[in-house]
């Protein structure tokens, strides 16, 4: 039996009301957007990368509670992170979505365990970190 | 309509006991399909049991061939067309693109027009922008007023060829004026083309008296398989139109250059007629007659979603007359709405619903979205209500 209350983590929900890092960042060097052209949903990530790390990070876009809440742990984990850090990150949550692993140094993303259950809705938790990535590769 | 026949109903649908997440199922998701009633599951078993319709002439062949011819007749009765108007394609999208492609082709030129609304589902917009763009003809759209209400003095009929919207919206669940929208299309030479896709399970249909060209269906809305629909087409039109596509069946010669080609509806249905789809489609018109008038049923669960949504906080698009309802609760997203339900048992549908030019106007980019079949009862609509009260839990 799946539960959407434990998919809802209340971690998931105060980041859907109260994100961190939204809105633009005006000395982004990197940027890219990602969609969902099934439910309409799309997330820009900018990063501002000086001497081989992320010194800053934001997202804006509309979408549902998972998505908004995975953007705004990503940019939290981004700051401070080498590209190659915040790819690993991304190769780590892709692999805890979508098996049963441990959810190694994930930090807070480990919340999102719940979606696991819910097929349809781990391209939301995704949809943030397609963004980031393609905005690293620029 | 009593309680007890409504609760009978129910009994003919065995998807209805599905337990949902441990929970019972308040299926509230008619418009996207509905469910199917026994009759319908045992008819298409039984079709699945039969030989190629239309070609052999053993005695499986024969039994296949007139499953098709038969049904053809009901749907002909069910629409108050003629037999050999009625056309069996894969559904709605099938039927439009059809005549998009074989009318268009034939009849569309530069400096013609195509008229649809703007609260058209996807299949009812881009074929027609797709023929535009090949012919080079201008594709106009009349827009809705708040309450999902097509404009008809808004848009300009003057060089307009054919005129395409929908019956019922299948977000604002208004009715489009047919009958003075067929008046309009012909005082200018135009055709009207209807999509019915949300309208067979809801209302009466007589093309003569909508005065409509052509009407489109889809089986899986009228309760029964996906893949199965129809194109119904007025005589005299169909008889102007070229084959779309072509294959087995539809031929009268055939030699290593050339082909000539049957009549409608033969001409409009190329390759091994889909026996199994089209013997469901029969077996549910034979249900939805059995089971006479439900649209008092359906208006009250109707309003009762009206009101469970309304008391929820949430703001309805358009003014929706029947059949569904389409909603955002502030602040929560319609795919969080749709989860949420899910886990209580409360199948809803979240997105644009192929609409997306019609959210755009409402200013959302989606929406929940509740509908009614036969078998909705009061039990559904509080399951939904008790489900939206829990949704504010999570989303204080």
């Not at chain 2, 003919?12 to 509905?34: E, N």
């Not at chain 2, 997306?356 to 009061?378: E, K, N, Q």
Request: glycine share 8%; charged share 20%.
């Amino acid at each position: 039996m799946t539960d959407a209350r434990a998919l809802y983590h209340a971690t998931i929900v105060e980041h859907d009301r109260h994100p961190h890092h939204e809105g633009p960042l005006p000395a982004a060097t990197h940027a890219a957007t990602a969609d969902n052209p099934l439910c309409g949903d799309v997330v820009t990530l900018r990063f501002v990368l000086a001497d081989g790390v992320i010194a800053d990070a934001a997202f804006e876009g509309r979408g549902c509670a998972l998505s908004r809440a995975a953007a705004s742990m990503l940019a939290t984990r981004a700051i401070g992170a080498t590209p190659e850090q915040l790819r690993e990150l991304a190769a780590t949550f892709d692999r805890f979505l979508h098996a049963d692993v441990p959810a190694e140094d994930l930090g807070e993303l480990a919340v999102f365990e719940g979606v696991r259950a819910f097929k349809s809705r781990r391209a939301c938790a995704c949809l943030p970190f397609t963004a980031a990535l393609a905005a690293l590769d620029q | 309509m009593s309680v007890s026949d409504l609760a009978a109903r129910r009994r003919d649908f065995p998807a209805l006991a599905t337990r949902v997440h441990g929970k019972r199922l308040a299926y509230l998701d008619s418009a996207a399909t509905a469910l199917r009633p026994q009759p319908v599951i045992d008819a298409i078993v039984r079709a699945a049991q039969l030989g190629a319709p239309s070609r052999s002439v053993h005695a499986l062949a024969e039994q296949a061939t007139s499953v098709i011819e038969d049904a053809r007749s009901d749907v002909a009765a069910f629409l108050g067309g003629r037999a050999d108007e009625v056309i069996f394609t894969s559904g709605t999208t099938g039927s439009l693109n059809l005549v998009a492609q074989a009318w268009g082709r034939a009849h569309l030129a530069a400096g013609d027009a195509v008229i649809v609304s703007e609260l058209e589902h996807h299949s009812n917009l881009m074929p027609w922008q797709m023929i535009c763009g090949e012919r080079g003809a201008e594709l106009r759209i009349a827009p809705v007023d708040d309450a999902g209400r097509i404009q008809l003095d808004r848009v300009s009929f003057e060089r307009a060829k054919l005129v395409a919207v929908a019956h019922v919206s299948n977000v604002t669940g208004t009715v489009a004026p047919i009958a003075e929208l067929a008046q309009r299309a012909h005082a200018v030479g135009a055709l009207l083309v209807v999509d019915g896709a949300q309208a067979v399970a809801h209302l009466p249909i007589d093309v003569a008296a909508l005065g409509c060209d052509f009407y489109a269906f889809s089986a899986h809305k009228l309760y029964g398989p996906t893949g199965t629909g129809v194109l119904w087409g007025r005589a005299s039109v169909l008889a102007t139109m070229p084959p779309w596509q072509t294959g087995g069946g539809m031929i009268r010669t055939v030699e290593a250059t050339r082909s000539t080609f049957r009549g409608a509806p033969a001409r409009f249905e190329a390759g091994t007629p889909n026996v199994i789809g089209i013997a469901g489609l029969a077996a549910a018109l034979a249900y939805v007659r059995a089971i006479g008038d439900v649209r008092a049923d359906e208006a009250r669960a109707h309003a009762a979603l009206v009101a469970a949504v309304r008391a929820a906080g949430g703001r309805i698009l358009g003014e929706p007359e029947l059949a569904v309802v389409a909603f955002e609760l502030p602040r929560i997203h319609a795919h969080d709405v749709a989860t949420l339900a899910d886990a209580e048992g409360v199948a809803l549908r979240s997105g644009h619903h192929c609409a997306a030019p019609l959210h755009a106007r409402f200013g959302v980019t989606a929406s929940s979205r509740v509908s009614v079949g036969c078998y909705t009862d009061a039990d559904d609509v509080a399951q939904f209500a008790a489900a939206l009260a829990k949704l504010r839990e999570v989303f204080p």
